[in-house]
């Protein structure tokens, strides 16, 4: 029930940030590259070790590829919104169904593995969290920091966010159906979600290709954070 309750409420914070403070992309673009960082972490040094520890699991490394390839699929429905590329929506002032559709679909595959997580606060459930608050920042800011016109259909706002943050919890639901055997297949898929997701985010171009020592630090500042969780879960187990 708390990871349900966590889901929801890391949407609905990201929203209200978005809604408030929309119009600062910068803040948008830290937020982002801070959870690339944090994602990352958790990708490699929790989601992938507890993939290949797995028993009687193979051919894993197939799903990761699958889940990276997965997200390009979906990137090419969402144009890279999540990435905080939102001005191509933008442009037109209208909400495609295919956006949401991949918004929904990353988010919903993501729920399935916490169906068999044997703990209330694991580290892939707060990996989610982090990653569902600047993502959520970004789809506030485009529902209600628009600039309204007549010829401007109204969104249905509330609903929009409602099935957004609905997504991963109901993709938890989907997975108590599932053979717990198959867990390392989904975690395998996401992971390759998550790679793909933080590598484009940290490694995308600079302008210029000069480096950004404050994205870098970011990065850092997201690391670090995951590592602190990591060392405080391990000691705890």
């Not at 979906?74 to 933008?90: P, V």
Request: include cysteine; glycine fraction near 8%; charge should be negative.
């Amino acid at each position: 029930m708390i990871s349900v309750i966590l889901l929801i409420i890391s949407v609905i914070a990201g929203v209200l940030l978005g809604k408030y403070f929309g119009k600062k992309e910068k803040l948008a673009k830290n937020l982002l590259i801070l959870s690339a960082g944090f994602l990352i972490t958790i990708c490699l040094n929790e989601v992938f070790p507890q993939v290949y520890v797995s028993e009687g699991s193979t051919n894993l490394g197939i799903f990761v590829i699958l889940g990276v390839l997965l997200q390009m699929v979906l990137e090419a429905l969402t144009k890279g919104f999540e990435h905080g590329h939102f001005h191509h929506h933008n442009e037109h002032n209208i909400l495609p169904v295919a956006l949401m559709a991949g918004l929904f679909v990353h988010a919903f595959i993501e729920g399935i593995p916490l169906a068999n997580e044997q703990e209330a606060l694991s580290p892939y459930l707060l990996g989610i969290v982090f990653h569902n608050i600047p993502i959520s920042f970004i789809l506030g800011a485009f529902l209600f920091n628009r600039n309204e016109s007549k010829s401007t259909p109204p969104y249905p706002s509330m609903l929009i966010v409602a099935l957004f943050a609905l997504a991963s919890p109901l993709g938890m639901l989907l997975g108590n159906y599932f053979n717990p055997d198959l867990q390392p297949y989904f975690l395998a898929v996401v992971g390759g979600i998550f790679l793909h997701i933080s590598s484009v985010i940290i490694f995308e171009s600079n302008k210029n290709h000069n480096i950004d020592w404050a994205k870098i630090g970011l990065v850092i500042i997201g690391v670090s954070l995951a590592l602190v969780m990591h060392l405080f879960h391990s000691h705890e187990h």
